[in-house]
């Protein structure tokens, strides 16, 4: 009688220290980008690499979607600390985050070009950037005591900063992923 071997692999079932520890220096590195060059560029905005960086984990570690909306409430605290709008961020980046976990699950590629880490940065950048305007303006409009930035400035730096995370996440990504062996 011969006794058959079976392998199972076990499921994930969750984040790993790695995983943890990456989520938390990408945040940081996105906090101290975003202090430094905002600093440094400011032409009427700052250019927003928490966005950046939340976007870049959740492509590199391919959170479950709890996890991922934990990721952008992370994202969200991280914000509280520079000047701005107080609290609109939690809501921002929890919708970015769960945007681009959502949008990381969809098939993007034209031939042989991959397009996903380009494109799904891009969306998620612009779903946190409009909820941040909707909630601004609907703070406002229930009498907050908050300036709102008017529309047509913040269509451009939102579309602005799309563009700019969108280049920072696809440039950053292979190294990353060959590095992290992902």
């Given at each position: 009688m011969e006794n058959k071997r079976t392998i199972t692999a076990a499921q994930k079932k969750g984040l790993g220290i790695a995983d943890i520890l990456l989520i938390g220096i990408l945040l940081a590195a996105g906090a101290v980008l975003k202090l430094v060059v905002?600093?440094?560029i400011n032409f009427g905005m700052k250019p927003n690499f928490i966005i950046a960086m939340y976007c870049l984990i959740i492509i590199l570690?391919?959170?479950r979607l709890f996890e991922a909306a934990i990721i952008g409430l992370l994202a969200g605290a991280v914000c509280q600390f520079?000047?701005?709008q107080p609290l609109i961020n939690f809501v921002s980046e929890l919708l970015g985050a769960?945007?681009?976990c959502l949008l990381t699950k969809l098939p993007m590629q034209i031939g042989k070009v991959p397009l996903k880490t380009f494109?799904?940065?891009f969306l998620s950048t612009l779903v946190s950037g409009f909820t941040f305007i909707a909630v601004m303006y609907l703070m406002y409009y229930s009498g907050a005591n908050i300036t709102p930035t008017p529309l047509a400035i913040f269509m451009g730096i939102i579309f602005g900063t799309a563009?700019?995370?969108?280049i920072i996440v696809q440039v950053l990504y292979i190294p990353l992923?060959?590095?992290?062996?992902k």
């Amino acid at each position: 009688m011969e006794n058959k071997r079976t392998i199972t692999a076990a499921q994930k079932k969750g984040l790993g220290i790695a995983d943890i520890l990456l989520i938390g220096i990408l945040l940081a590195a996105g906090a101290v980008l975003k202090l430094v060059v905002g600093s440094v560029i400011n032409f009427g905005m700052k250019p927003n690499f928490i966005i950046a960086m939340y976007c870049l984990i959740i492509i590199l570690i391919k959170p479950r979607l709890f996890e991922a909306a934990i990721i952008g409430l992370l994202a969200g605290a991280v914000c509280q600390f520079f000047p701005g709008q107080p609290l609109i961020n939690f809501v921002s980046e929890l919708l970015g985050a769960v945007a681009m976990c959502l949008l990381t699950k969809l098939p993007m590629q034209i031939g042989k070009v991959p397009l996903k880490t380009f494109v799904c940065t891009f969306l998620s950048t612009l779903v946190s950037g409009f909820t941040f305007i909707a909630v601004m303006y609907l703070m406002y409009y229930s009498g907050a005591n908050i300036t709102p930035t008017p529309l047509a400035i913040f269509m451009g730096i939102i579309f602005g900063t799309a563009l700019i995370n969108a280049i920072i996440v696809q440039v950053l990504y292979i190294p990353l992923k060959l590095a992290l062996k992902k």
